[in-house]
């Protein structure tokens, strides 16, 4: 199993929807997670960080479900500036000052 | 605001080549990393280091080697640069205090190797 997967999209999606995206990680003693975000030819910048008990901030609410070790980003009324691609990161030791694992990414397109 | 500069957006270098790329961050973070990105490999990590002059070996260090003289700057060497190291490299910083870890990016340089 890969260390952290992503399905790599693309989702095109019309404004205003709501679209899933989720990710699953291999590491059971992980315990940092987060959303990045990646514009094209930009780098990754923090979206959120995936609490044990969800989280919400505006339009954007991310979960984490620790016994299927599977972490869910969910976007809702979508705009065109959320266009970029998404990527899931976990840390890779059971320590919390350990390298991050980044999965691949899932490209998102919103759509006028 | 975290920032994390590096030296070059656009290198181009030949093959044979020693190869600089500076990273300089001004949160006073102890954790910096390097890591390359290619297109459907994502982001690799290339070494990183908790402190200063210390390094570790992250998942693909060959033909590379890093220096971290000081806190805030952590130098990522090419000693012979090569065509296959043709790729992104973004720096990153951290802090062990933060309450999550999170890693905050520069802007990346694009190198290429003719």
């Known amino acids: 199993r890969k260390e952290v997967e992503q399905d790599p999209g693309p989702f095109n999606v019309p404004e205003g929807a709501t679209v899933a995206f989720n990710c699953t990680y291999s590491?059971?003693?992980?315990?940092?997670f987060f959303w990045y975000r990646q514009d094209c030819r930009k780098e990754p910048k923090l979206l959120m960080s995936?609490?044990?008990s969800g989280n919400e901030d505006g339009r954007f609410t991310a979960q984490l479900n620790r016994a299927s070790q599977y972490i869910s980003l969910l976007i809702r009324d979508s705009k065109l500036s959320d266009s970029a691609t998404y990527l899931c990161?976990?840390?890779?030791?059971?320590?919390?000052?350990?390298?991050?694992?980044f999965g691949k990414g899932t490209r998102l397109s919103v759509i006028a | 605001d975290v920032k994390v500069t590096q030296s070059s957006r656009y290198l181009v270098k030949r093959t044979g080549e020693k190869v600089f790329l500076e990273c300089v961050q001004d949160m006073d973070h102890e954790n910096m990393f390097w890591y390359r990105q290619d297109p459907g490999l994502g982001l690799r990590l290339i070494y990183f280091?908790?402190?200063?002059?210390?390094?570790e070996k992250g998942d693909i260090p060959e033909g590379y080697s890093v220096s971290r003289e000081k806190k805030e700057r952590f130098s990522l060497i090419l000693e012979s640069a090569s065509t296959n190291q043709t790729s992104m490299y973004l720096c990153?910083?951290?802090?062990?205090?933060?309450?999550?870890?999170?890693?905050?990016f520069g802007p990346g340089t694009r190198l290429t190797v003719l």
């Open positions: 280091s908790y402190d200063v002059k210390m390094k």
């Open positions: 995936v609490y044990s």
């Open positions: 590491n059971s003693a992980s315990q940092s």
């Open positions: 990161v976990v840390n890779r030791w059971n320590s919390g000052n350990t390298p991050l694992v």
């Open positions: 990153a910083s951290s802090s062990p205090r933060a309450e999550h870890n999170e890693q905050f």
